[in-house]
């Protein structure tokens, strides 16, 4: 499904997973996809999703998260090594040194 999106400054890459997380559930719900497994390199962000563990830092996206898996069926979050998901990191670095490169559509699978 093609997806981008950019943010021109973000505190830290837990904040950045949080908002690239919350921005692709909000892209399934548009388009009526309604059971996801959503796969993440942030052990920290997947275990305050699935733990109930607060981090200050990301609290209110974790709290926007929380609403909209409401819209859901079923929904998952686990834990990937980084070696498992070069792709969109791959994506994600390109994006840090040339802002550009994610003005281009892509096609990713979420």
């Given amino acids: ?14 904040v950045a997973e949080g908002l690239a997380l919350r921005e692709a559930l909000i892209c399934c719900i548009t388009k009526g996809i309604r059971a996801v497994r959503c796969s993440s390199d942030s052990l920290q962000l997947v275990r305050a999703l699935n733990e109930d563990s607060p981090i200050a830092e990301i609290y209110g996206i974790i709290s926007d998260i929380r609403n909209l898996i409401l819209a859901f069926d079923f929904v998952s979050f ?26 281009s559509p892509l096609n990713l699978v979420i």
């Fill in 78 to 103: 686990v834990w990937i090594q980084r070696s498992e998901n070069k792709a969109a990191d791959a994506l994600a670095k390109q994006a840090l040194v040339d802002a550009t490169f994610v003005a």
């Fill in 1 to 14: 499904m093609p997806f981008l999106s950019h943010c021109f400054y973000v505190s830290s890459p837990l």
